[in-house]
């Protein structure tokens, strides 16, 4: 083999103050090799014939293929593949990247592409549970571990961040994603894109994002997956499209389309998302890939006659590389020499596709040297994931400080289906996460407690749906000799991602049971749940004392929990996305409109009397049963420790239009433990030419503070950003009246009001 290897890792991590001025520095080498990229892909795409350039678009997953191991390098040395999916072992890496570079006519290398959603090896919190740390740096640093970790395999890219917003839990790839709001996850978004590619695409260590699934696809219909979206196209704009633009300007390299229609048509065909919005109006110059087999479902969807209907209607839309379903391979050609399409489309993909090798440096290393990287899992990777699954842990209920428990408690029961399982904390992307890497909750208490601490483990239910409940005595009997009860209870990861949606959002087999005869002891009661998405148990939370909402934390699982649980450290996180009471509740999300009747105050059944008469009862927007309160709202999250919010301050209550707004704040952490607060901040616009959402999230800051410490937090608001899409697909922002909040969640904070002028 003759490959050079690269340069050693490069250390630097800049911070986000240092991005703009290396970016000024940069920048005149940066336009010169970028010229030079064009001037080398005019070259290849002179020489290139027909069959290769079809070649270049097309992707061929590497786990399920037909072909044998020597035909696929037959069809690499052909020049008949442009990149590969699923192959991370490094020696076929290796194999078939010198095939592509040595024996094919052009030299063209492969890229090699896998999901590393939250991990590789090292798995992080699932991107929901990342949210809820609201710290784009530490979403930035979990995907550069999973950058490197992948890399030194010789993965050049991921399929990631799935920056889909969702407003329905129902749906299981909300795991996947980072919440219900436009702006919290344009940040995460971004932050992802910054990781995972750091500032140069052909470092050591970098690969190409992937921002998904463009577009819409969190809004499918009752929350079914690949099911129908219904978006007016302002709704588009103002909510499920920032996501996809913040990854845009962050510098994803890449797109995939999603597999869901949009107002009739599917995205594998919409030149109005591919062409019109990415192109022209956000000049995307990366290339976009499909979603698995999605171009030859346009067929399924009524959209195409046939795949090679699906093949023309995918490239003029816009779509450059087909992932597995190969009908640009069957037809592109034939499409070409009938003159149904203009080899200048083909050509227009090819430079996309290759302009992302070039900058990925795959032309000139196309090999990563595995002794430059660090040891998968190393330390430093596994103190990171322990961090992030620690602030990603959002506490919904402390009674009475019944958390943290002391280290010394003298008996504490362990009870559940998930205290001492490992498998099921790595969640649904864990990629090359090994149960056997994780460290389950059980093993961390243990390791947690002083000597004098007894634990008492019953397991009780053996997986989350069992219900058997003939192990229950035990249980019980261990709890009636405990000081405090722990109980791990929730969702299998199998339970959430693509294509494991659910209609009910309640616990499964006997664990609420398990959980009600637990608080029937009169023993302090600590809930843990795991879940992918959020649940509907309330019911479940009023048996408990204590709960602590984990998502699927990843490998690190229990020492973060551990820390959590004995005060190591506080809670801090804060929920990305609203909780419903009840499936029937949804959609329920913070940043909704008022309705020309918003409800005044709660209304239940119990209010209405048994009886012939018609009784009166607010003509208003709720639910008869339920009211119209969400479980738990957006922002939500409990500490160890209390904040208090002073002095709320806005600098002029008149700002010009385009002009900024400077609101600050004082907290004060007025408990007895240093802990972290996510200060949010947002506003309304009271009155618009279409009307505007209760609350919209416009900012926010994880800061840190001592008891007794008081910090005024400042935010400088861009009127420019407090707009909206009208009706004809222009953004205003029109002058008026506002209002502001900063707090703790999107239902509490000090309000102040605002006006922008012309
Ligand atoms: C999913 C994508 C994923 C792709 C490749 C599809 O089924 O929708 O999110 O990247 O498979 O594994």
Redesign the pocket.
């Known amino acids: 083999m003759c490959f050079s290897c690269e340069n050693m890792m490069r250390g630097f991590r800049p911070s986000w103050v240092v991005w703009p001025l290396l970016l000024v520095c940069l920048l005149p080498a940066f336009a010169d090799n970028e010229a030079r990229i064009e001037t080398r892909i005019d070259a290849l795409l002179s020489g290139m014939t027909l069959e290769e350039k079809i070649g270049q678009m097309h992707q061929i997953n590497a786990i399920y293929r037909p072909e044998s191991a020597d035909s696929l390098k037959e069809a690499v040395r052909k020049g008949h593949i442009g990149s590969i999916?699923?192959e991370d072992r490094p020696d076929h890496v290796n194999e078939l990247q010198r095939i592509a570079v040595e024996e094919s006519r052009l030299g063209i290398p492969v890229i090699f592409g896998?999901?590393v959603i939250h991990g590789y090896r090292t798995i992080f919190p699932i991107p929901l549970g990342q949210a809820a740390t609201w710290n784009p740096e530490m979403v930035q640093k979990a995907a550069r571990v999973a950058a490197t970790e992948a890399a030194s395999t010789g993965l050049n890219w991921t399929?990631?961040p799935?920056v889909d917003l969702c407003r329905d839990p129902r749906w299981g790839?909300i795991a996947?994603g980072y919440g219900e709001d436009p702006f919290l996850g344009s940040c995460l978004a971004a932050a992802a894109v910054h990781g995972f590619q750091t500032h140069d695409l052909s470092a050591n260590g970098a690969i190409a994002a992937?921002a998904?699934?463009f577009a819409g696809y969190g809004a499918v219909e009752g929350g079914r997956d690949y099911n129908t979206v219904i978006l007016p196209e302002n709704v588009l704009r103002d909510v499920w499209l920032p996501a996809f633009q913040s990854s845009v300007k962050a510098g994803a390299a890449t797109l995939?389309c999603?597999?869901n229609e949009i107002n009739g048509v599917p995205s594998s065909g919409n030149a109005f998302l591919l062409k019109e919005v990415l192109r022209d109006e956000w000049k995307f110059d990366g290339f976009v890939v499909s979603?698995?087999a999605s171009i030859a479902e346009m067929v399924e969807h009524g959209f195409c006659a046939d795949r090679r209907d699906a093949a023309k209607k995918a490239v003029q839309a816009g779509v450059d590389m087909e992932?597995v379903s190969g009908t640009y391979q069957d037809h592109l050609a034939a499409l070409v020499a009938s003159g149904d399409i203009d080899v200048s489309l083909l050509d227009e993909a090819v430079r996309r596709i290759l302009r992302i090798k070039f900058r990925l440096g795959l032309f000139d290393h196309p090999c990563r040297d595995r002794s430059a990287f660090p040891e998968q899992m190393s330390p430093e990777f596994l103190e990171t994931a322990r961090q992030c699954a620690r602030q990603s842990v959002v506490m919904l209920k402390n009674l009475n400080g019944t958390l943290p428990l002391s280290a010394n408690t003298g008996t504490l029961a362990v009870i559940g289906p998930l205290a001492d399982d490992r498998y099921e904390a790595l969640g649904t992307w864990h990629c090359r996460g090994r149960e056997e890497d994780t460290v389950s909750p059980l093993t961390a208490i243990r390791n947690a407690v002083g000597p004098d601490t007894k634990i008492i483990y019953e397991q009780t239910l053996s997986h989350p749906r069992d219900r058997n409940i003939k192990r229950f005595i035990k249980a019980i009997q261990a709890c009636d000799r405990a000081d405090a009860v722990l109980v791990f209870v929730g969702e299998e990861s199998a339970l959430s991602g693509?294509s494991r949606c659910r209609a009910f959002l309640t616990l499964t087999g006997a664990q609420s049971e398990l959980i009600e005869r637990v608080s029937q002891t009169g023993k302090p009661v600590i809930l843990v749940v795991y879940a992918g998405r959020p649940l509907a148990i309330g019911r479940e939370i009023d048996h408990a004392d204590a709960v602590l909402y984990a998502w699927h934390p990843g490998t690190m699982a229990g020492p973060a929990l551990a820390d959590l649980i004995f005060g190591t450290e506080s809670p801090s996180g804060k929920l990305p996305v609203t909780f419903p009471q009840t499936a029937g509740q949804i959609p329920v999300y913070y940043n909704h409109k008022n309705t020309g009747r918003p409800p005044s105050g709660d209304v239940t059944l119990d209010m209405l009397q048994p009886g012939p008469r018609r009784q009166r009862l607010p003509f208003e927007s709720y639910y008869l049963d339920i009211g119209h309160k969400p479980l738990f709202p957006f922002g939500f999250g409990l500490s160890y420790t209390t904040f208090e919010y002073a002095n709320l301050n806005i600098e002029s209550n008149t700002v010009k239009n385009g002009g900024l707004l400077k609101a600050s704040v004082d907290v004060r952490n007025t408990g007895h433990m240093e802990a972290d607060e996510i200060v949010q901040c947002y506003i309304r616009d009271l009155a618009g030419s279409l009307t505007r959402p209760v609350r919209e999230l416009k900012a926010f800051k994880r800061i840190r503070l001592k008891p007794g410490e008081s910090r005024n937090v400042a935010f400088n608001l861009d009127t420019a950003e407090m707009g909206f899409y009208s009706l004809n697909g222009r953004y205003v922002v029109e002058p008026g009246d506002f209002q502001l909040w900063i707090g703790p969640s999107s239902a509490e904070g000090m309000m102040e009001t605002f006006r922008i002028i012309r």
């Open positions: 999916l699923n896998m999901d399929f990631a799935m790839r996947e992937c998904k699934h995939m999603s597999f979603d698995w992932m693509e």
